[in-house]
């Protein structure tokens, strides 16, 4: 008789060990998150924003500032969210210890905890870009942020990282052979080598969309698209690869692996593909971006990893929500959003539009409330429980 009240005792143990683990914070929850680019006149509010996100279930956001009306409006969501340290704010970043300081102060720190701001991305795509003094600020800016995030307290709860684009690559076919290329390796290793020490991992932007534009003749779309093909073979690592995607991440684990860092993990931090584009981009099609963001989507769900690195599960935040009316650049560059200006899905792969996201939040507060009702029911005879076995 006893031991089968000590069984019950543990069954309720267990049943409280996983509500508490529900709790712990996680710098990126599942596999699928989002980029929020605002660089438009006519989206929906950072409110009617969040409302759209907690309905889609996408809990990982990336924005390109720290506008203070997104943090307000984030607040309390549960949202998680990387902030940007706009490129424009590096060199003065670098510069003054100080100022990085106030940066982190006024930007992440006073609006913590309410709004989860889980990392700061210091820059976007700075090496292999055509400013060489920012090449040479980036390190600074990232210690600075660092250690006044650190003074703060938050270096466990907010991660310091910055993103590249494939410029930084040279040789990426096969992924086997890609490497830094030789005038960014100098700026690179020692960027990596910090952040091998605080823990962070590499950010790629990585975009299929933009590698089979460049070679249509020898890139069948479909590998790019996440369709069937029979794909390649890396001779060297005697791998397949049946998606461009996956293929460009190797290529990166490749390169840090020849730059000394093998053990690093790489997070997709922007991946796309345009609905619209120029007459020279013809790839940029509605069917394409659906086909591709479909797949991808659907790729991330299965929450595994790539050939070269079957345990470094693939995390990938999208590019974008919106289409963007006021960036320049060609036509492809204002058509990358799943949704339109007025909050309606661009195209159908299983988001639901603004007007409809509203309704279904209220069915899921609805559902929430029953389940938590059901919790607290639970937990009362659990209590009831361990009070009768106590009597005995
Ligand atoms: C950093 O900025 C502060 C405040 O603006 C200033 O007092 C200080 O002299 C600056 N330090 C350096 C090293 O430029």
């Not at 270096?155 to 040279?170: G, L």
């Not at 397949?240 to 840090?256: F, G, K, S």
Request: aromatic residues 10%.
């Amino acid at each position: 008789m006893k031991s089968h009240h000590h069984q019950l005792l543990f069954m309720f143990l267990v049943f409280f060990a996983q509500k508490i683990e529900l709790l712990t914070a996680e710098t990126f929850t599942g596999t699928y998150g989002i980029n929020y680019g605002r660089i438009a006149d006519n989206i929906p509010s950072p409110n009617e924003v969040a409302t759209l996100l907690r309905a889609a279930k996408i809990k990982n956001v990336r924005i390109y500032d720290a506008d203070q009306s997104v943090l307000k409006a984030f607040s309390g969501t549960g949202l998680q969210l990387v902030v940007g340290l706009p490129n424009g704010f590096v060199k003065e970043m670098s510069a003054n210890a100080s100022h990085a300081m106030t940066w982190v102060k006024e930007n992440v720190q006073a609006f913590l905890p309410k709004t989860s701001i889980r990392g700061i991305a210091v820059g976007n795509e700075i090496l292999g870009g055509g400013d060489y003094e920012l090449w040479e600020a980036l390190l600074g800016a990232v210690k600075n942020i660092y250690n006044a995030v650190d003074k703060l307290g938050l270096a466990d709860v907010v991660q310091i990282t910055t993103s590249h684009s494939q410029a930084v690559f040279d040789n990426s076919y096969p992924p086997s052979s890609c490497i830094f290329r030789e005038n960014i390796a100098q700026f690179m290793k020692p960027l990596l080598e910090f952040f091998s020490q605080i823990g962070s991992p590499f950010c790629l932007n990585a975009y299929p969309f933009l590698a089979y534009m460049s070679d249509p003749e020898n890139i069948d779309i479909n590998y790019a698209l996440f369709q069937k093909t029979k794909g390649i073979y890396d001779m060297k690592t005697d791998l397949h690869y049946d998606n461009m995607l996956d293929a460009q991440i190797d290529a990166t684990y490749a390169a840090l692996e020849d730059a000394g860092f093998k053990k690093m993990e790489v997070i997709v931090t922007e991946t796309g593909w345009a609905s619209l584009g120029d007459a020279n981009e013809a790839a940029a099609t509605v069917n394409n971006a659906r086909t591709f963001n479909y797949n991808l989507r659907k790729r991330l769900a299965k929450k595994k990893g790539t050939p070269l690195r079957p345990k470094m599960v693939v995390k990938a935040y999208i590019f974008a929500i919106f289409n963007e009316n006021l960036k320049s650049g060609p036509t492809s560059e204002r058509n990358f959003g799943l949704f339109k200006p007025d909050g309606s899905i661009s195209y159908d792969i299983g988001f639901h539009g603004l007007s409809s996201a509203e309704s279904s939040l209220l069915s899921l507060k609805a559902v929430q409330s029953g389940l938590t009702k059901s919790y607290i029911l639970i937990l009362t005879i659990s209590a009831a429980a361990l009070i009768l076995f106590l009597k005995q």
